[in-house]
């Protein structure tokens, strides 16, 4: 029984990307984070469970995957398709163009999924990239999530800024930037740092700490924005790391 303990969990990482889909799709915004929530946490029990029961799996991995790219790739994309084709259209009131007003709300929101096509790639790398067993090479899926998910969620709640036009606009047009730089990180050669070891040891794990304690003041003073900047911190700091790795070796 103890070998299906990990699926189960990592199942439960599927079903709440699931949730978390339909609740973006009726527009039930916050329950959008505790679901992702949930799965992040179940995500992170399912392989620390499997190696402390022993019962590791290929078809665990194959699992962990394919329940990832549901709800830290396809969620996400949905998320930025959702800022992209809110209610108050990017070019209205620049242009009355019929053709201009279908093109703006049925094909930019799409630019969305962008960040889901990289999700699936860098899925699949992960999968046979055997680097990856400590660090990570670009960045994972579930930070590119929660960087999304700060940005979704702060457009969503936050009404007074929503309803302000040129916030409105900008956030847009964000939207349809942030796919881009996200794919590129997804699957760049570029060494992320986990959180994984012992974040009190301040020689081994300077940066790790660094990035712990700098996400308390965004995530007090940010509000959900805070969410997005952590992950931004996180690059900073695997950028950092990396540097003075290289002039210690």
Partial sequence: MKKHIPNS?????????SCGIVACLQHQ?????????????ADFLDGFVARLLKVKSDLGAQLDSLADMVTFGVLPGIMLFSIINAKSD????????????VFTQNQLPLLGFIYTLFACLRLAKFNIDTR????????????????????????????NLRDNWDFSIYAKIAA????????????????????KGNPFSWKQNKFRVLLLLSAIPQ???????????????????????????????
């Fill in 176 to 195: 349809m930037i942030v796919p881009f730089i996200l794919a590129f990180l997804l699957v760049a050669e570029f060494r992320m740092f986990s959180l």
């Fill in 9 to 17: 969990l990592t199942l439960l990482n599927l079903f709440c990307g």
């Fill in 90 to 101: 990017l070019l209205q009131g620049i242009s009355s163009s019929e053709t201009t007003d």
């Fill in 132 to 159: 990856q067993t400590v660090d990570f090479i670009g960045l994972n899926t579930p930070s590119g999530a929660i960087f999304i998910l700060g940005f979704y969620m702060q457009y969503f709640t936050d009404w």
């Fill in 29 to 41: 915004y916050l329950l959008i984070p505790i679901f992702i929530g949930v799965a992040l946490l």
């Fill in 219 to 249: 995530l007090i003073f940010l509000k959900w924005l805070g969410l997005s900047t952590v992950i931004l911190s996180y690059i900073i700091f695997a950028f950092l790391h990396n540097i003075f790795e290289k002039k210690s070796v």
